[in-house]
């Protein structure tokens, strides 16, 4: 029995699981023989009295006889299953996958090995098939998954119980596997039996299928990716909707090109890339999609709402998140027009300043018009894309706008007569963008 896997484990230290049944102690031996360096992680659920004491005490036994360290925890699966309103078999498998994960750390492992076998593939292809599992459902359990390996998933339950005869070793049988209580034991006693009657070679069928099923997925996610380079463009992400028109199977593509996005409903999705006017959005729990004219941007959302950027009185310049220069002239100096410098009536400033992107229900008095407007009209009347409304900086003097940065002077702060200092507001680079 070898691999190139194994191959590649010797002289790796791997932390392998074991329950002490036939499937993990072959593994531990298997994985021993070929040279990786093996510490074995037992996990003593409580969930059969004495029988699972019985387990551990052969692992134990186990563990001295190969020579190798050990490390055994005990859960109480039960408790942990109450408290966050899990089944049994859900609860025993986060507990155990996070200890090993921590073993794994702490011992510094390079792998964690588990003893998932072609038999256990099936069946788990057969689950996903019963409850309409797409394809990736289908395409069974992975042999690698990061750190975590399955030396043993080319391998049959029948290969594995010859491998243990062989070299003599012993296991422990769990009662458990003998009931139908559960769905997988199910398809195994009921339903992979009769399939051995319909074909011998089911098994050696069902491997080839799941390799053109991998194939299949290899071509699908090459074909998304070239897709996406298509139609996704810079930082933030902008999408040019009009070449998913010509694409073919256009609801798999887009919920394989949205779904890693937290977007699941293809038909919201068609709506908003083809049909919905600008201004319209589209939220997951992690990003938002926004209609402009001729693109959809995808925009993460912040876990909280942005902390404004705050500016102390007497700060001559700042240069994050953008550039400005405050500079304190005279009453007779000239007014600058300019869109990218400002003078203000220093008095009528409450510091400290503030730079922040706009909020529902801002308004401002926009210079020249000497009466109050809503900011989002104004984003409109300027014909501001839908980005650039969400990344367009503000000046703010507690509530007050004073200057749509690099675009508009609020009335309220401007230069009168009457006006005995004045501070000069110049902006560089590109205020719109954060």
């Not at 925890?73 to 408790?79: L, V």
């Not at 070449?243 to 919920?255: K, M, N, S, T």
Request: charged share 25%; net charge neutral.
């Amino acid at each position: 029995m070898k691999t190139n896997l194994l191959e590649a484990l010797k002289h790796q230290r791997v932390l392998v699981a074991i329950s002490g049944g036939i499937d993990s102690v072959v593994l531990a031996h298997l994985l021993y023989s070929h040279g990786a360096e093996v510490i074995l992680a037992h996990c003593n659920f409580s969930l059969r009295g004495e029988e699972s004491d019985g387990d551990e005490a052969f692992v134990r036994s186990f563990a001295e006889r190969l020579g190798v360290p050990l490390l055994v925890e005990r859960f109480d699966t039960h408790a942990y299953a109450k408290e966050y309103q899990l089944n049994t078999q859900l609860a025993a498998r986060e507990l155990r996958y996070e200890w090993f994960d921590r073993m794994a750390q702490t011992y510094a492992c390079a792998y964690i090995a588990t003893a998932h076998h072609a038999n256990d593939n099936l069946e788990t292809f057969l689950i996903n098939l019963s409850r309409g599992s797409g394809l990736d459902g289908l395409l069974g359990i992975p042999q690698q998954n990061g750190k975590l390996i399955r030396p043993l998933l080319s391998f049959s339950r029948q290969q594995i119980y010859q491998y243990a005869q062989a070299k003599q070793l012993s296991w422990r049988e769990d009662s458990s596997n003998a009931s139908n209580k559960y769905v997988r034991n199910v398809i195994r006693h009921e339903i992979i039996p009769q399939l051995r009657y319909v074909h011998p070679n089911y098994l050696e069928n069902f491997n080839q299928t799941q390799e053109y099923l991998h194939q299949s997925a290899r071509f699908i996610d090459y074909y998304i990716e070239k897709i996406r380079s298509e139609c996704f463009q810079g930082e933030p992400i902008r999408i040019s909707p009009s070449p998913l028109l010509q694409v073919p199977e256009l609801p798999l593509v887009l919920h394989r090109l949205f779904y890693p996005y937290g977007f699941n409903n293809v038909k919201d999705l068609q709506q908003l890339l083809f049909t919905a006017e600008a201004g319209k959005m589209l939220s997951s729990p992690s990003h938002q999609l926004i209609k402009d004219k001729e693109w959809v941007w995808l925009l993460p959302i912040e876990g909280e709402e942005e902390a404004p950027f705050v500016i102390a009185e007497g700060v001559r310049e700042v240069t994050t998140p953008i550039r400005l220069v405050f500079e304190e002239v005279p009453p007779t100096a000239a007014i600058s027009e300019a869109p990218n410098t400002i003078s203000v009536d220093a008095d009528k400033l409450e510091f400290p300043l503030a730079l922040r992107h706009k909020r529902e229900g801002d308004v401002f008095y926009p210079i020249g018009l000497g009466s109050a407007k809503k900011l989002s009209k104004y984003f409109i009347d300027e014909k501001y894309s839908q980005i650039v409304r969400q990344q367009q900086w503000l000046l703010c003097s507690g509530d007050r706008i004073v200057w749509v940065v690099g675009k508009r002077l609020d009335h309220r702060f401007r230069v009168t007569p009457k006006t005995k200092r004045v501070l000069q507001i110049s902006v560089f680079g590109n205020s719109q963008i954060c």
